[in-house]
């Protein structure tokens, strides 16, 4: 779920009006939230979600946790003196409390390796559960959180899955070649 949403677009607003010599601009729209965005120009990191997931298999949790630029990770502990549990018998698919904090630059870096079909499939689930819920507050950054593949024009993995080229299998390259157009193919498809 996410936690206290703040509405950052006027703050980032005028952090661009600052890196071009202006002062404060007027609230964005959809459009330039967009074109900022898929720019992933500095001031976009003034964009911050809280979320947290109840209740997480301690190893999806250990996967999100290697993400560590432009996100904290808050987990809850499985010390015994805290728990009252024995840590020794405690398994890999524990549940734990898991809360962060992420950046808009993280959310992206994050969707392009935690979308991609090479993850496992649980840690898939957990980060589509995020972005279903960021998608009310920040549409504009759901729909640019897209799997590596779809961001490259490319899969750039080892084991290729062929799901770009599946994708994309009837797509004419000029439409491929439009980023906006084929992350709104992929948002259609998947």
Not at 89 to 114: C, G, M, W, Y
Not at 127 to 156: H, M, Q, S
Request: proline residues 4%.
């Amino acid at each position: 779920m996410i936690k206290n949403y703040i509405d950052y677009w006027q703050d980032i607003k005028d952090a661009t009006m600052t890196t071009i010599n202006k002062t404060k601009g007027k609230y964005p729209d959809s459009e330039w939230k967009t074109k900022l965005l898929l720019s992933e120009h500095s001031p976009i990191r003034k964009l911050k979600i809280n979320y947290r997931w109840n209740k997480l298999k301690s190893w999806v949790s250990v996967h999100f946790v290697r993400h560590s630029i432009g996100i904290t990770h808050f987990v809850s502990t499985a010390r015994t003196d805290r728990t009252g549990t024995d840590r020794d018998k405690l398994t890999q698919d524990n549940p734990v409390n898991h809360e962060f904090e992420a950046n808009a630059q993280a959310i992206i870096n994050i969707s392009q390796k935690r979308l991609c079909l090479q993850a496992s499939k649980e840690t898939r689930e957990a980060w589509i559960e995020f972005l279903d819920d960021l998608k009310t507050d920040e549409p504009e950054l759901y729909n640019i959180c897209v799997p590596n593949c779809v961001y490259r024009c490319g899969c750039p993995e080892v084991f290729n899955c062929g799901f770009f080229d599946k994708l994309y299998s009837e797509t004419p390259k000029e439409d491929l070649i439009d980023i906006l157009k084929r992350y709104e193919i992929y948002k259609e498809r998947s």
